[in-house]
Each structure stands twice: as C-alpha cells, then as structure tokens.
C-alpha cells in the first residue's frame, strides 16, 4: 500500500468490531498512502489528506494481497474490505471473528487520537528499558500478569508474550508488579532480566513466524500438564485465568 493510491475500496459490510465511518470509502478513494507504520497493535497508513487510516487484526484479522490474475478472484466469505490500489495490487482483509476494526483519524484533534498517546513504550524500541519499566510498575498493586498486558505499561505486547517471557524471566505471573521495584525506584534485578526476557521472546516470535507448529514453537502458551521445558527444572505448566485470560505458567521455576 506505502506509496501507491488507493483506487477503489468496497467496504462489504457497514461494520466490524464496531460500525465503519459514514464517509468512509469517499475519504479514503483517491488518496495516496506515504507511509505504512506500526504502533502497538494498530497499523497505521498516513494519507495524502492528513488523514490516518487506523487498522487492528483483533483475534482472527489478516491481510492479503493479490496481483496478477489473482485479483480478479471472487471475494472469499470473510473478505470484509478490499483496498484497489495503483500499483495493480488488490489488499483484502479478511476477519472470521470480527474483532477487527478500522477508523480514519483526523491527525490530533481526532477524539481517538488520545488512544495512541497513552500507549506505552514499543518492548523492542530504544526507549523501554529496565528503568522505564521500574517507573511503570511502582505503585501497581495488580500482577505482573495484569500489569504487562496493559498498553500504557509496555505497548503491543499480547497474552501470549506475556506468558512466554514471564517463563524466561523465571517470574511468577502472580506476583506483585512492584515486587521488581527497589524502594529508591530503581529496577530490581529482576526487571532487567524481564525486559530482555520480553526482547528475546518477540525476536524468537518474529523469527518463527512464517514457520508452521502453532503451540509447538511456546515455552508454556497452550502447554498445560506438559512438563516444564527448562533444564532441570521438575515442574508442570498450570492454567490459571487472570482477568478472563488464559496464564500458563510453571510453579516450580517461576517464583
């Protein structure tokens, strides 16, 4: 999409997670799309208008891009807006569930705008470090579970990451987010160790992503009764629900 116009867009239905904006395709035809940026678990396409297509997968979202003869297909069920561009490329985004959803953003005085400022640090950014984690989780009295999974804490980072770095971290999702804050504010050593734990899990995560496996490639995620994948550890992986969500977690090694 970066760099080409978009043509034509056929919105298949009125809504998806939530109802599409009236205009809609008429503020979206025509224009040119500068750049395709990520932020949290929004994707973000600056128009040429100043305006800001704000995108989100959900649970079951996906895009896909069609060339050639290809383009020329019938949509699929799912098929819930296709995006006509100059390039001669067709990008469809299909969404089972309809968790997904779209908005066009008028740049900052857009009343959802506020939704992206109070987003947390990028995990993988220069700017999330030990430090910045400490000041986040001082005074949380929630778990380390509940405290990582909130986007003004760290952003983009899902239910699944959380559970696999924690089991790298060797932290109990249980514990108390402050536990890993010293009382001068300064990082325990624990954080350090959580925020490389984090690093490691995305960059393996991203590494495998075009691999097939599902749970096979998860240290704990889904792995619940296996047996606890460190070294010399004697553990079983539990299921445990925290704020409607699904924590797999060992009870030996992570403390």
């Known amino acids: 999409m970066e760099g080409a116009r978009i043509e034509r867009v056929c919105a298949r239905r009125p809504d998806l997670r939530y109802p599409l904006p009236a205009d809609f395709v008429p503020r979206l035809e025509g224009q040119t799309v500068r750049t395709l940026t990520r932020r949290a678990k929004y994707l973000l396409a600056e128009l040429s208008s100043g305006d800001v297509l704000l995108m989100h997968l959900g649970m079951s979202g996906s895009f896909r891009v069609l060339r050639g003869r290809r383009r020329e297909r019938e949509p699929a069920t799912h098929d819930h807006v296709i995006f006509e561009m100059s390039s001669g490329a067709v990008v ?71 559970c696999e770095a924690l089991h790298r971290a060797r932290l109990s999702p249980k514990r108390r987010a402050s536990t890993l804050v010293a009382g001068s504010g300064a990082p325990r050593p624990q954080a350090l160790d959580l925020v490389d734990a984090i690093r490691a899990a995305l960059k393996d995560a991203i590494s495998n992503s075009h691999r097939p496996g599902g749970a096979d490639r998860f240290r704990v995620y889904d792995r619940e009764g296996q047996r606890c994948p460190r070294r010399g550890c004697p553990g079983v992986i539990r299921r445990i629900v925290q704020a409607g969500r699904s924590t797999f977690f060992c009870p030996v090694c992570q403390r």
């Open 92 to 162: 469809v985004f299909n969404d089972p569930r309809r968790f997904g959803f779209m908005k066009i953003l008028r740049g900052g005085d857009d009343p959802d705008a506020p939704v992206l400022r109070a987003l947390g640090p990028e995990p993988l950014g220069r700017g999330f470090n030990a430090a910045v984690l400490a000041q986040a989780l001082a005074r949380k009295k929630t778990s380390l579970k509940a405290a990582l999974s909130d986007q003004r804490v760290v952003s983009g980072l899902g239910n699944i990451y959380v």
